[in-house]
Structures are given as C-alpha cells and as structure tokens.
C-alpha cells in the first residue's frame, strides 16, 4: 500500500512539468511570430507602402518632379531584389538573426535620412537601402523562426509573420495621412518612430540561431520539377498582383472617373484584406495541406483579378479589392508550408529554396510593373488589360499546378 501511494504520488510531477514546457514553448512560438511580424512592418509593410501616399506631397512640396517619384519607386524594388538574392550570404557571415536587427535599423534609419531633401541621389539611395532592408527580411525572418515552430501551427505562425505587410498596407492608407496633416517632414520623422519602437520591441525576442543540418551538396544543387513549378508559379502570382498593387486607385479615381477619395477608399480596403489574409490562408493550409490550399487560392485569386473585366459596380470592386489584397501578403505563408512539404528533411534547403522563391517574386513582380505601365501607355489607358493580364498570369499559375503530377509520372 505504501509502495502504490508512493506511485500514486510521483506520477502527477512530469505531467505537470510536460503541460508547464508545452505552454512555455508556445509562448516563445507566439513571441517569435511577433518579432517577425514587426519585422516584416517595418522593412516591408512600412518600408515599401507607405511611399504611396506621401507621393502627392513630396510633388506639391517640390522635392521631387512627378518623374522623379517614380524612378524613385523603382529603387524600392531594385532594392528588394538586391536584397532578396543578397540575404544568405550575408546570413552566413553575420548571423540570420543579426542581419535581421541590422536591417530593421537600416529601414528605420532610412526614414529619418528620408526627412531631408539632399539631393536625387541621396534619396535614390536611402529607397534602395530600405528596399535591400525589405528583401533580406523577407528571405530571413520566416527560415529564423519556423524550424522553432510545429508542423501544426506553421502557417498560423507564417500569417502572423507576413500579417505586418499588411499592417503596412492598412498604415499607408490611414497613419500616413494624419502625419501629413503635421507636414512632410513630420511624418518621414513619425515614421522613423514606429520603425524605431518595433525595432526595439523585437529586439530580444528572435529565436537562437537554428543549426544549420549536412546534407549532401548534390542533393542541395537539384531541386524537383515540383519545387522549381512551385518558383514559376510564385513569380507569375507576383505579376497577377501587380495591377491591383499599381493600379486599383487610378483606375478607380480616374479610369471611372470617381475621384481621388473614391480610390483611396478602395486602397483602404485592399489593406484590410491584406491583414486578415495571411491568417486566414495560414490557417487553412494548417488544416486542409499546403498543396491543395495553394491550388484554391490560384482559383480563387484569380476569379477576384478578373472581375473588373467582368463588372465594375461598387460591391465587384470591393471583393476584387479585398480578396486581393489578401491574397498580396497571403499567399506568403502558403509557399512557404509548401516548400516545407516538398522539402521536408533538410531546413537548409528549405531555407535556399525560400530564397530563390522570394527572388523570383521580385523579379516577375519588377517586370510586370514596368511591362505593364508600358502596355498602359501603348494602350492608351486600358485599365481592363491589364487586369485581365494578371488574371491570365495566375490562372497559367494554376495551370502548372495541375500539369505537373502529369509531367512526373511521365518522367
């Protein structure tokens, strides 16, 4: 009897202490997400959109000419490229987990150098630079974090990552404005600010460096015919994003002829699709599969860039707006359990192969931009080519997704 209350007594004790390092595990989980979040705000969300908006003020300040602002745009992107196919080397050097910190200084001291007029060139360079800042974040912060989190919550946790693009997005529609109201200068300054404070915020909230795993390097250099339709198809979802991104508030506020309020409402809610659409797309690949989740958002995606072409009442444009702007920073988490899926035994790998997709993305989704502001112009300001373009881009997206079982078994 005394031997069995003995039992009885010591088998409470590990269960208590498995429950107690369960929940202490999922709180350093949530708090990694939340240091990729901010992350993926300041160097992507704040960073790149919020450019947007203070468009109309740097002109009507006479920083800039109106040609000048775009090439100054551009920079951005060039930048995000550079960065993009800069990120692992300088992960390799540095540490994944420093770059990170180093590039959410770099972005937020690009605000503050931003509040003064130098020069073209000094303003060229300071987009670059919050450009490259975006593009390593982009390819570093998720690769930190998810080797840390359960096949099960992945692309929960991969949503809440990328959901700070679409804080970004939402920000650029509704902060920016009211800092404009205190003036340019004011609000490059307020921008700073916030980049500044989740910078600190996050600062001691990343993961310890993952470490990296041997596999053979004739195994890391062949990727499947799955993984490099997984990178065509993410690039041909960059260009089918591109005419609502560019272009949604101009045809609105000019193309209809509704006026500049009218289209920046609809900015308005592309941003709020954008926050929630990670979260939803992560959730769904957590229960249905990262495969047949992708496949529903092509179709689904699709359908919400082509209905412009179809009709462009009031309630059309809003579910056009709203689903695609969820699908801009939702689509994220679902190539990313994707390529976990395809690549499932090696975090190096998958790291590689994310950075790869991430430079693919930014090269359809720079070309696209300046292939379709050329066609915009050849066109004379057809605005219903363009979206039926993108809509053609992500349907060949699925295409592929369909054709490619076929083309193995063939193999």
Known sequence: ???????????????????STSEISSQQTWRYAVAGLSASLVGLGLARFSYTPLIP??????????????????????????GALAARTVAARIGAVRTLRAMMLLATLSFFASSTP??????????????????????????????HTS???????????????GLGVAASGTLVPLLL???????????????????LVSWWNWPAEAKTDTVSSQRAKHASPAVRGLLVQYGLNAVALVPHMVFIVDFVARGLGQGIAAGSHYWVLYGLGAIVGPLVTGHLGDRAGFGPALRAAFLIEAAAVLLPTVSTAPLSLIVSSVVVGGFT???????????????????????????????????????AAYGFSWIYAQ????????????????VLALAIDFALPLTTRKA
């Open 181 to 199: 109201q205190q003036g340019l200068q004011q609000s490059w300054y307020g921008l700073g600010v916030v980049s500044g404070t989740l910078t």
């Open 379 to 394: 066109t004379g300001g057809d605005y219903l080519v363009l979206f039926a373009l993108g809509g053609g881009a992500v």
């Open 329 to 367: 920073p939702g689509i994220v988490p679902l190539v990313l359990g994707r390529i976990h899926e395809l690549v499932p035994h090696s975090a190096e790998q998958q790291r590689r192969t994310w950075s790869h997709a991430t430079t693919s993305f930014a090269l359809f989704q720079a070309a």
């Open 57 to 82: 003020a740097l002109i009507a300040a006479k920083w800039f000419g109106a040609s000048d602002v775009v090439y100054l745009g551009a920079a951005n992107l060039a930048g995000y490229l550079a």
């Open 118 to 147: 130098v020069s073209f060139t000094w303003f060229f360079a300071w987009r670059f630079l919050s450009g490259l800042a975006g593009g390593i974040i982009m390819v570093l912060a998720a690769s930190v974090i998810l080797p």
């Open 1 to 19: 009897m005394t031997d069995a209350d003995a039992k009885l007594q010591v088998h409470p004790r590990p269960h208590q202490r498995s429950g």
């Open 151 to 165: 096949a099960a919550k992945r692309g929960m946790v991969g949503g809440v990552i990328f959901a700070g693009v």
